[in-house]
């Protein structure tokens, strides 16, 4: 792909990366939901104080990322890696749309009446369909991120992110492990185990594995 077919393509997945990590401003303004503890979902709950400003970028950011995924597959090469990697990230992004308009209702974290609630199948159906949409997004994200990493390094591009990539493919993994053994230890009724934590850091290196994959392909073309 030409310059003109990698700087579009590069603005888009920078700005989505950056919009992905919107969940930060927790750090700056007040929620009254504890990060250690709590689903970044919950942020955007249709209960919560900022609640629109949390859907809105996670609107935008999907938006981003589906569009810059779905321009760069169809520009790519038909070789296996980069269409799976691709088509993830398509996914990704489609999922994270989704999720914005799938809010929960309440915070089930914080709210043991929500949390009751929810186990007894009395909260509205987004909840379930939130579920859905926030596995599909996770799936497309780890197809996407491992495999590029791997066309990186098999098709010899984009060098930062075939150095990079192996150590964030792990490091993602192992946050993915520790976030799903939270919410199953939330599900049986065993406290959160650092549920907010865990899940954190797994958006946070899809957001920074999405900076470096942004900063391979303004380097370089999408592929040879």
Same mark, same amino acid.
């Not at 009254?32 to 709590?38: A, E, H, N, W």
């Not at 993602?172 to 976030?179: D, G, H, Q, V």
């Given at each position: 792909m030409s310059k003109f077919g990698t700087r579009p393509l590069s603005v888009l997945l920078g700005l989505g990366a950056a919009a992905y990590t919107a969940w930060v401003l927790e750090v700056?303004?007040?929620?009254?939901?504890?990060?250690? =503890?709590?689903?970044?979902?919950?942020?955007? @709950?249709?209960?919560?104080?900022?609640?629109?400003?949390?859907?809105? #970028?996670d609107l935008l950011a999907?938006?981003?990322?589906?569009?810059? @995924?779905?321009?760069?597959?169809?520009?790519?090469?038909?070789?296996?890696?980069?269409?799976?990697?691709?088509?993830?990230?398509?996914?990704?992004?489609?999922? #994270?749309?989704?999720?914005?308009?799938?809010?929960?209702?309440?915070?089930?974290?914080?709210?043991?009446?929500?949390?009751? =609630?929810?186990? @007894?199948?009395?909260?509205?159906?987004?909840? #379930?369909a939130h579920a859905w949409s926030s596995s599909l997004a996770m799936l497309g994200a780890l197809t996407g991120i491992v495999a590029l990493t791997v066309a990186a390094r098999r098709y010899r591009q984009w060098t930062p992110l075939a150095r990079c990539g192996p150590a964030l493919v792990a490091l993602?993994?192992?946050?993915?492990?520790?976030?799903l053994a939270s919410v199953a230890a939330f599900q049986a009724g065993r406290g959160t185990c650092l549920l907010g934590a865990g899940q954190r850091s797994q958006v946070l290196l899809v957001a920074v594995w999405l900076a470096v994959l942004t900063w391979s392909v303004r380097r370089e073309k999408l592929s040879p």
């Open positions: 700056l303004v007040w929620t009254g939901l504890d990060p250690v =503890r709590t689903y970044v979902s919950e942020l955007a @709950a249709a209960d919560q104080p900022l609640g629109g400003l949390f859907r809105a #970028t999907g938006s981003l990322l589906f569009l810059g @995924a779905s321009w760069a597959l169809v520009l790519t090469p038909r070789r296996p890696w980069l269409v799976a990697g691709w088509a993830g990230l398509v996914l990704f992004g489609g999922a #994270t749309v989704a999720d914005s308009r799938l809010p929960l209702s309440c915070a089930p974290t914080v709210d043991p009446e929500c949390a009751a =609630r929810e186990t @007894a199948g009395l909260v509205p159906a987004t909840h #379930t993602e993994l192992a946050a993915t492990a520790w976030t």
